[in-house]
C-alpha cells in the first residue's frame, strides 16, 4: 500500500462522505453515489464492494463494484451493473499510487471471489492495453440558454417531428408513482425482444433519489398515455435513462415530443448538461440520438480477463440469442414480467 493512502470498504456511516465526495469531483458520476449499493443489493441480490482510497482522512478516489453471478450470464465483477459509466473517480490531487491501490484492491477481490472477468466502465481509457468492448457510444451535448436556441440546434428534419408531437396537443405531466411509466417500458422491451427489470427496481430508484429521479409521461388530448422516461438529475445534468412507449406513439410523434420536453423542462432546473445515454452503435437508438445533432462519443469498456479467454457479449446484438429474443417478443406481457426479473438480474 502507498506510504499515507487507505483503502477501505464503504460502510453506512461513511455513505455522506462518499456522496460529498462524488459530488464534487468531475470524474465521478450519477452512478458512483453510494445509494447504488442498497439498489443493487436489495433488488438483485448482488454483493456490492464500494472501495475508496483515504488519505489524511479525506476520500481522494472511489470505485464502486458488484459481483454479477448467473448460471446463463457468467461470474463478474463490475463497476457497475445497470449502469453506463462506472469505474474509478478521482480527485485531482489524489495521485496515481491512490488509484493504482485501489485497482490492486480490485484485483484481489476479483481473484478472492473467483470471478471470470473484471469490468470498468469508463467514460474516457484508462488501460488501453486491456480487452475492451467498442460497441458502446455515449451522446452528451450542451444546454443552450433557452428555448427557441435550443431547438433551433436540432437538426431540421428532426425539429419537424418535434413540431409534429406539439401540433397534435400532446401533453407532459410529471408522475407521483411509476405505473404509467412501467407499462409502456414493459410493452416496449416485449416489443423489441427483451425482458424487463423488475417494477420494485423502478420504485426503488424513486425513492432512493428522491427529486434526483423523475418520471415523465407523455399523452394525447385525451389523457391517454403514449410515451414515458425516467431520468435522473446529477449536478447540471440530465439523464433520461429508462425510457418506454406503446405503439401509437410513432403516429403522434411522441418520443420526438417526450424528448424535447424533457430539454424544455431540464433547463429550467438549471441543467446546463444533456446525456442522452448509451447506444450500441448502428442501432435504432444510435441514428435517433445522431438525428438530434448529439454526436457519439466512445466508451471505454476495459476488461480484466481471468478464467476466459473473450470478452463477454452479454446484450442482445449477439447471434447467439436470436432466436431466444425471437420467442420472447410472442409472451404474453404478464408472462414476460414475470419472468423476466429472473434472467436481467444476471445480465447488468
Known amino acids: 500500500m502507498p506510504a499515507g493512502v487507505a483503502v477501505r ?9 462518499w456522496d460529498a465526495f462524488v459530488r464534487a469531483t468531475p470524474q465521478a458520476t450519477f452512478f458512483h453515489l453510494s445509494a447504488w449499493r442498497n439498489i443493487l443489493t436489495d433488488v438483485f441480490g448482488h454483493r456490492c464492494f464500494f472501495l475508496y482510497a483515504e488519505r489524511g482522512g479525506d476520500i481522494i478516489a472511489v470505485l464502486p463494484l458488484a459481483e454479477v453471478k448467473s448460471l446463463l450470464f457468467g461470474h463478474a465483477l463490475t463497476s457497475l451493473p445497470f449502469c453506463v459509466y462506472g469505474g474509478i473517480a478521482a480527485a485531482a490531487e489524489a495521485g496515481e499510487d491512490a488509484i493504482a491501490a485501489l485497482e490492486t484492491e480490485a484485483e484481489a477481490l476479483a481473484h478472492r471471489l473467483g470471478v471470470r472477468h473484471l469490468e470498468y466502465r469508463n467514460l474516457t481509457p484508462r488501460h488501453t492495453d486491456w480487452p475492451r468492448q467498442n460497441i458502446y457510444v455515449t451522446f452528451r451535448k450542451p444546454l443552450l440558454p433557452d428555448d427557441d436556441a435550443n431547438l433551433r440546434a436540432i437538426p431540421r428534419k428532426q425539429r419537424a417531428m418535434v413540431r409534429k408531437g406539439i401540433g397534435h396537443g400532446l401533453l407532459a405531466r410529471l408522475d407521483d408513482g411509476i405505473d404509467r411509466f412501467f407499462a409502456l417500458y414493459a410493452d416496449n422491451v416485449l416489443r423489441h425482444g427483451t425482458p424487463a427489470l423488475p417494477k420494485r427496481f423502478f420504485a426503488r430508484l424513486r425513492d432512493e433519489f428522491g427529486d434526483h429521479c423523475e418520471v415523465l409521461t407523455v399523452t394525447d388530448a385525451a389523457g391517454r398515455p403514449l410515451s414515458g422516461v425516467l431520468t435522473f ?17 410513432r403516429e403522434f410523434a411522441a418520443n420526438d415530443f417526450k424528448y424535447w420536453e424533457l430539454m424544455r423542462r431540464a433547463r429550467t432546473r438549471g441543467c446546463t448538461l444533456f446525456d442522452y445515454g448509451r447506444s450500441k452503435i448502428g442501432t435504432g437508438p444510435w441514428h435517433f440520438k445522431k438525428n438530434w445533432g448529439f454526436a457519439p462519443l466512445p466508451l471505454s469498456y476495459e476488461y480484466r ?11 442482445p446484438a449477439n447471434p447467439k440469442y436470436r432466436l431466444l429474443i425471437a420467442a420472447w417478443k410472442h409472451l404474453p406481457v404478464k408472462l414476460a414480467n414475470a419472468i423476466g426479473p429472473f434472467l436481467v438480474r444476471g445480465l447488468g
Open 9 to 17: 470498504t464503504l460502510t453506512g456511516a461513511d455513505a455522506p462522505r
Open 233 to 249: 438529475y446529477f449536478r447540471d445534468e440530465v439523464l433520461p435513462y429508462y425510457a418506454g412507449d406503446c405503439h401509437r406513439a
Open 305 to 315: 480477463l481471468y478464467q476466459c479467454e473473450d470478452i463477454p457479449e452479454n446484450n
